[in-house]
Structures are given as C-alpha cells and as structure tokens.
C-alpha cells in the first residue's frame, strides 16, 4: 500500500516529530496556563483567559527573590565550572601524567551517580566542616556537579582539533598567549560555550543538591515545589514561559551565527 510505503520511507522522520512533540507539549501546557485565571490556589483547570500575571510577574510573595537567588548562583557556578572544566579538559587532552585513566574516569561520576547520594554526601562533607548552609554551600556543589558536565563538553571540542593549526601559528612567530587567544580558544569556543550554557541549565533547575544543602536559603525551584504544596500561582508558568522562550531564543540566535559563519567561510 502506498500509505505504508510512505511510513516506511519517512519513519525516522515521523519517530523525530513525536519525539520532539512530546518534549514540547509540556512547555506549551505551561504556556497556556500562564495565561489562566484560576478562581482558586489551584492553575490545573482552564478557567478564561487572563494578562493579570504577565502584568504582575512578582505578584506573590518571595517568587522574583527566589528567581534572582536561582540566577546568581547559576551564573556564579556557570563561571566556575566553565573556568575549572575547561582547564581540565585541557589538561586531560594535551598532558600525560600519572592517574590520568582514574582522573577521566572519576569526572564521569558525578553524572552516572544519583542525585540523592552527591547532595547526602556533600551534606555530610559541609555539616563535619562546620560549614553553614546557605548561598555558598549551595554554589559549591552545583560548580562540583556542573564540572564534569563541561569538561565532558570541552574535552570533546579539544579532542578534535587540528594540532597542526596551533603549529602553524607558531611557525609564523606566535607566541604561547597569542597562538592560545587566537588560534586555540576560538576553536575550542563552541565546546566551551555549550559546556557554560549546559551548567547554567543544569544550576538554575538543580532541586535535589540544593535542597539538602540550602539550609534557609529557597531557590526558584524549592518555591515552586513549596508552592505547589498549597497551589501553584499563574506567575510560575509566567517565569517557566519566559525562560523557555530565552533558552529557544539563544540556540536560535546561535544557530544563525554558526550559518553565518560557514557561509561567510565558503570560497
């Protein structure tokens, strides 16, 4: 039969789509409800349609506070973890010492252990330090667990360049910093950059690491959970809708530069 012709033809194609659609379907859930009146606590009904809570996005208590303290730490352990990851990841690609193996293996840990078992052991690491629990035992251990995130990321981008391009550079008498700043570092930039922007993702989302370590400290998703115990406000499908549209805002800008770039590179 034709039909069946068609399917087999564009399998792959159709599997993609409704993999991409049921990804999707739940932002576009929360963007619809983000426009909602409840009559109650309670956003999980469609009541009629409603602009109170983009005009008022810091309407409930503590929400754009716990939203700004997310943002500070993502950022703050994005430039961490970017900084160390990417010197790691160097090191790891270009260096042969001793422990190396064990070294690449150990950054995998991180992202093959389960959440629960890094917040309880950095917890017990904080609590036999004598350490208080707040902002910077929380910015410690995302830099620790977004580390491995990008040296993964990174050491990938390094794993494939071309040496003979950084020796080429010094062919022409450029020195270590100048053969690094411009041969090196913009080729190595597209790992680093997706190493920055998976850190700050997974920082800004992280619940389970930050709830065992933030002592008073509430972050954008411990209200969210919190919230959702008495009913979830409209103004938290405002922020998920907002930041959702930047996330697809920066790969599509980033996709445009790229293009850009390999059409301004053809002959």
Avoid at 58 to 84: E, K, M, P
Avoid at 153 to 161: D, E, F, Q, Y
Avoid at 187 to 192: E, L, M, N, R
């Amino acid at each position: 039969m034709p039909v069946l012709r068609w399917i087999r033809r564009n399998l792959v194609v159709i599997a993609g789509l409704l993999t991409l659609a049921y990804m999707i379907v739940p932002n576009i859930v929360v963007m619809v409800f983000s426009f909602n009146k409840p009559n109650g606590r309670f956003n999980y009904a469609w009541q009629q349609f409603s602009l109170d809570a983009w005009k008022d996005p810091c309407g409930v208590a503590d929400l754009c506070g716990s939203l700004s303290l997310s943002l500070q730490i993502a950022f703050w352990a994005t430039l961490g973890a970017t900084a160390l990851g990417t010197m790691i990841a160097f090191a790891l690609v270009r260096y042969r010492f001793r422990a190396r193996g064990a070294i690449n293996s150990l950054i995998f840990l991180p992202m093959a252990m389960p959440e629960v078992v890094m917040a309880a052991s950095l917890l017990t690491l904080f609590l036999n330090m004598g350490a208080q629990l707040g902002f910077w035992t929380v910015l410690i251990a995302h830099i620790m667990f977004c580390l491995s995130f990008v040296v993964t990321a990174v050491k990938a981008r390094v794993m494939s360049m071309d040496p003979r391009l950084e020796e080429a550079a010094r062919d022409l008498y450029a020195g270590p910093v100048q053969t690094f700043l411009r041969v090196t570092l913009p080729i190595a930039a597209p790992g680093i950059a997706a190493g920055a922007l998976l850190a700050f993702a997974l920082s800004f989302d992280d619940f389970i690491i930050t709830n065992f370590n933030a002592g008073s400290t509430v972050t954008f998703p411990m209200f969210v959970w919190g919230s959702a115990q008495r009913g979830t406000p409209v103004q938290i499908n405002v922020i998920g809708t907002a930041m959702f549209i930047m996330a697809i805002s920066v790969v599509l800008v980033g996709q445009v530069i790229a293009s850009r770039r390999k059409n301004n590179a053809r002959p």
